[in-house]
């Protein structure tokens, strides 16, 4: 019976243990559990969310602050189309936040960075060009799109001298948006390097509608595998959703897979960025106690723990502080339902908004309580503690409990 580790993931002429600990939003994949996958010889991501709230948690620059200065003004404006960001600001944050990681990095894996389309952030050219190019400027070994089609991303940084070196990869969860991705870019004459493809199980947000559960991750990986066959295509084609044991990894790599991403099983490692409080909801968590919603005002089904503090939470929109899901006109769907709970209960000191959340806030207080739907066998890769309570774990024993393991068993920490 095979391993993980009898498989190797093949990237840029090198081999990597076929392990990618993917993206997770607003610094919850740390540079710490980043640097740990890399050095344990597989990918770890970091995040470029909010990267000037994460800049400002550990280089105590205050970009933040200093945007909500400048905006304060607006504040009780809906119309948040003045608040724009200043480049400068946003390329130094990001320089900070992925040449930390960079620097840090040992070992023989990679450290990418998760860049999420639907982070408009007002001008959604403008900003994730700056993005993309100083993430790269900073060394960064590859960029995963993400949340979006991403269809002129890579034009962004066609003049930039890495684009032909650092790894390109992009997340999908259909054949169609593969394919339309490498229709818009192929007049570039440059196939992403990896595709990440994203099943129904996953935790963040969800490629697919309503209808997510009629969907399986093994069924859209085989179709996206037999087309490239077809086409004489080499991606490194990477599964992702609902991967919970080194035995399921395994299949996929049986089947042809390059890698596996997972995220889920290291939520409750010590080297994630989530409170301890918040993964003790995660290892307690049941089946029932997850939901599929659509409070995400990025128009994305996301999948989270029904007790959310950010579900039903009414609090005035952030956005001249952070204001990353501000379209291009300056607008955001929870400003809209925001305003209308607000007409609707004139005399209310406080409203409750159901509708939709305010992603941004929530997100950088780990109030949206994001996890895959196998969230709830959290509590089998532990053990309890006499209170009650789990064992958080080192990522270096998930990892290598993903790497070693057979049987569809799980390793207990020591
Ligand atoms: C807490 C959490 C936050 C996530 N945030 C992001 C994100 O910011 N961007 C992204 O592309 N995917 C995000 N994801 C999805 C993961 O990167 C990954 O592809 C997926 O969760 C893998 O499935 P698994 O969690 O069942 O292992 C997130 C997942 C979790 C659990």
């Known amino acids: 019976m095979k391993c993980v580790d009898d498989f190797r993931l093949k990237l840029a002429g090198r081999e990597l243990v076929p392990i990618v600990i993917g993206g997770m939003g607003v610094d919850i994949s740390t540079v ?22 994460v800049a400002d948690r550990y ?5 933040v602050k200093e945007r909500l200065k400048r905006y304060k003004y607006n504040v009780a404006n809906s119309d948040k189309s003045s608040a724009q960001f200043d480049l400068g600001h946003l390329d130094e944050a990001t320089r900070l936040h ?15 960075i998760n860049c999420m389309e639907k982070l408009t952030m007002n001008a959604p ?4 060009r700056v993005r993309l190019r100083a993430a790269l400027d900073a060394g960064i070994d590859g960029i995963t799109l993400a949340a979006g089609l991403h269809l002129g991303s890579f034009a962004l940084i066609e003049d930039h001298p890495r684009f032909r070196h650092a790894q390109l990869g992009i997340i999908v969860s259909s054949l169609r ?34 209808d997510w559960a009629q969907y399986d991750l093994a069924a859209i990986v085989a179709e996206i595998a037999a087309w490239q066959k077809a086409e004489g295509l080499n991606m ?8 919970f044991t080194g035995t399921d990894a395994t299949h996929f790599l049986e089947q042809g897979a390059a890698a596996v991403q997972v995220a889920t099983r290291f939520t409750v490692a010590r080297e994630c960025g989530l409170p301890e409080d918040v993964q003790q909801e995660y290892f307690k968590s049941s089946e029932e106690d997850i939901e599929v919603n659509g409070v995400s005002p990025t128009g994305y089904l996301m999948r989270m723990l029904k007790s959310s503090p950010a ?34 209960h004139p005399e209310a000191r406080k409203v409750s908004v159901r509708e939709k959340t305010c992603l941004c806030t929530h997100m950088r207080n780990f109030e949206c309580w994001t996890c895959g739907h196998y969230a709830y066998r959290l509590k089998d890769t532990s053990r309890r503690r006499p209170d009650g309570s789990y064992e958080l774990l080192a990522a270096e024993h998930i990892f290598r409990d993903y790497q070693f393991s057979k049987d569809g068993k799980i390793a207990l920490p020591e």
């Open 125 to 128: 050219k403008e900003t994730l």
């Open 59 to 63: 280089f105590k620059t205050s970009f």
């Open 236 to 243: 490194a084609l990477i599964p992702a959703g609902g991967i």
């Open 177 to 210: 948006a593969l394919q339309l991705f490498l229709r818009k870019s192929a007049r570039l004459n440059r196939l992403p390097d990896y595709v990440v493809i994203e099943g129904p199980l996953a935790g963040g947000h969800l490629g697919f509608g309503a």
């Open 32 to 53: 710490e559990l980043a640097l740990e996958a890399a050095r344990l010889g597989g990918v770890g991501h970091i995040s470029d969310a909010m990267v000037h709230t």
């Open 311 to 344: 579900i039903g939470d009414g609090i005035r929109p952030n956005c001249e502080a952070f204001g990353y899901l501000l379209d291009v006109n300056g607008s955001c769907d929870y400003i809209k339902a925001y305003n209308r709970e607000v007409a609707a």
């Open 98 to 112: 992925v040449g930390r990681a960079m620097d840090e990095k040992r070992g023989d894996g990679m450290i990418f």
